[in-house]
């Protein structure tokens, strides 16, 4: 986890327990003793993380316009991607491929060589702050990633061809999205009203905003949907809500979607038996 001060904590899933804290050492406002030529950089709010293929690194980014690659057995800072020039409000590490991804409040999304610390490729999409990138997962060829925006508009990108967006959806209520353990073609987005959507990005197509989702729960929270987590297995999704709830749902079937919860909004969302 990240706070609002750039520290980062390492907790332990089995009893909750932190185990370790990475924090810098702060003198006259100046970050020492990190890595050499880094001092002075600004510390600020952590804003994501990512582990690589084999949870031995993980990457994050925050407010100082910085991608830092770290060390998970020991902590250390191995290296920091330097390009963006503001905020960085996502990252995300490729799961086989030796690739980052990130998406700034500078309208920018970054395709980065971890190894060598080094952009590959800058992609110019939007005209506003680029608020969430995700990598696609689970599929034959993950070729695939996907982002959203401060607009609204969450688009997804072919990696063999960066010049124009694969797919875009357009909602004025997108906040946040996540992709699908089990199928990455299939993403989930939490909305400012409190639904859930579910998309399927290659189902055909019905224009260039296309504004179809297959599945809908339209009163999962009482208010904006900040966060989504798929479990490994798929079969479980969690929610957190700027109404104060955390909502757990459970996927009947793995490898079935399909509607299972009644349409009625009181008391609440139950399970079709």
């Known amino acids: 986890s990240g706070d609002d001060e750039g ?11 932190l185990t370790k ?18 001092d002075g950089l600004t510390l600020g709010n952590v804003r994501d993380l990512s ?47 030796g690739l980052l991804l990130s998406g700034s409040k500078d309208n920018m999304i970054k395709l ?3 190894r060598s610390a080094k952009c590959v490729k800058s992609v110019l999409s939007y005209r506003s702050s680029v608020n969430k990138v995700r990598f696609q997962k689970n599929c034959s060829s993950n070729y695939k990633f996907y982002s959203l925006g401060k ?25 946040t999205f996540e992709v699908d353990s089990l199928n990455g073609d299939h993403l989930t987005v939490g909305l400012k009203t409190g639904a ?7 189902a055909p197509s019905t224009g260039e905003q296309n504004s179809q989702f297959y599945h809908e729960i339209p009163h999962a929270h009482n208010n904006t949907i900040n966060g989504l987590s798929w479990s490994p297995r798929g079969n479980m999704l969690v929610t957190n809500s700027t109404d104060k709830s955390i909502g757990i749902w459970s996927r009947g079937e793995l490898n079935l979607e399909k509607p299972y919860y009644s349409n009625k909004k009181t008391p609440g969302w139950f399970h079709d038996k």
């Not at 582990?51 to 910085?66: Q, Y």
């Not at 859930?196 to 290659?202: I, M, R, S």
């Open 196 to 202: 859930l959507q579910f998309y399927d990005t290659v």
């Open 51 to 97: 582990f690589n293929w084999d949870d031995s690194k993980f990457v994050a980014c925050g407010d100082d316009k910085l991608v830092k690659i770290y060390d998970f057995q020991n902590g250390t800072l191995e290296k920091v991607l330097k390009g963006h020039n503001w905020d960085v409000n996502s990252c995300d590490w490729h799961g086989e491929m």
């Open 112 to 114: 980065w060589d971890p």
């Open 151 to 175: 607009d609204s508009v969450l688009k997804s990108f072919d990696l063999r061809n960066l010049k124009v967006p694969f797919r875009s959806y357009r909602d004025p209520n997108f906040h």
């Open 7 to 17: 520290i980062i904590k390492i907790w332990q899933g089995a009893n909750l327990r």
């Open 21 to 38: 804290t990475i924090d810098r050492e702060i003198s006259n406002g100046n970050v020492a003793g990190v890595l050499g030529g880094l």
